[in-house]
């Protein structure tokens, strides 16, 4: 099989990019336009497999998207693409809606002419056999929860911030392709992942750094906003299981059940490298800053037989090691633009 992943070079791409290429004979190729959060050293171990191609460009290219369809005979598209922080989204909207919603509904073009079949009848559209279009989606596009409940697949779309919104409206606009055209589609939409690879301007390997620099680390409002951790290898599990099993049409929803408090994982972040609480620093809140994210994964546990692996003590473990082993990696990405980013971000 010839899969397109887009934004293959960020966090969760480049490890779905190697869980696919270690675990299938598929070929994998990576379209990815490398802004500040795609990082070709995430690919170093399988940039000379020769099942793995890489391709700088955006997913708003169209031309470059026909080209790379017909050349690779494109089967699949898995669109992890986007621009993803919602503290950027806050201090500049515009690009996450080119990206998130201009950029998606490019690739789903390029996905209808290339998969449609050529006898097409205007009102009866056939498509090549098995191909698949699976738009990479979050449960920030539910909103925010109180002090209970959970996010079910029939939950409302409600966002809150610019990046979540623009989320929420490529869910809605790959589900009218799937509607009107009868592309074949799944939507998945997980909580939030933490592993190794991952930018520092998220709240995990942010905290990580800053401590192990004993650096202040920056939590927001009083630090009980809570979010529903899933370790991103088994994401990208549950990716695949969607890829192979998912039913035409559906959406699934991906948590690992495992809701903390902020302030909580800051604390476990410092007990685990024994630095002082001390370093805690509470800031000004996110604006719109959503309470509680937690996902019901009834559905891809029940019809998928997905169910997560790592238990938080153990991934956490795991992740911290992997930045301490990994100083070099952090070290090259946030000697750049990062500065300025982190100064801006936090007013230092
Ligand atoms: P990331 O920011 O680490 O990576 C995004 C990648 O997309 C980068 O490599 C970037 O260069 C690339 N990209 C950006 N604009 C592009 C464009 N126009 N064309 C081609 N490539 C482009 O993001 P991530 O955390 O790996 O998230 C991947 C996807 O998963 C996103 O769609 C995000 O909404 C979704 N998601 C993330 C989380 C999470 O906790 N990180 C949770 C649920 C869903
Ligand atoms: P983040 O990793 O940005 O993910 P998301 O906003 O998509 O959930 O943030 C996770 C939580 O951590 C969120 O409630 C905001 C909070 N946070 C801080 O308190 N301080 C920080 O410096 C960052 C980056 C996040």
Redesign the pocket.
Known sequence: MNILV????????SNFVKHMLKNFDHNIIN?????Y???LKNLQDVQNNDRYFFIK????DRILLENVFQKYDIQVVI???????VDRSISDPEIFL???VI?TQALLDAALNYWKSESENKYDIKFKDEVKFIQ?????VYGTLGETGYFTEETGLAPNSPYSAS?AASDMIVRAYHETYGLPINIT??????GPL??PE?LIPLMINNALKEKSLPVYGDGCQVRDWLHVKD?CRAIDCVLRYGKNGEIYNIGGNNEKKNIEIVRLILNKLDKSESLIKHVQDRLGHDRRYAIDNTKIMSELGWSPEYSFEEGIQKTIKWYLENEEWMEDITSGDYINYYDHMYNC
């Open positions: 887009t934004g293959g070079a960020g966090f969760i791409g379209i990815d336009s490398l802004t959060a795609g990082n460009g955006s997913i708003e669109n992890f693409a986007a621009e993803s922080h080119n990206t998130n950029g990479i989606s979050t449960d920030e989320k939409r997980c909580s939030n992942n933490y991952q930018f998220k994401h």
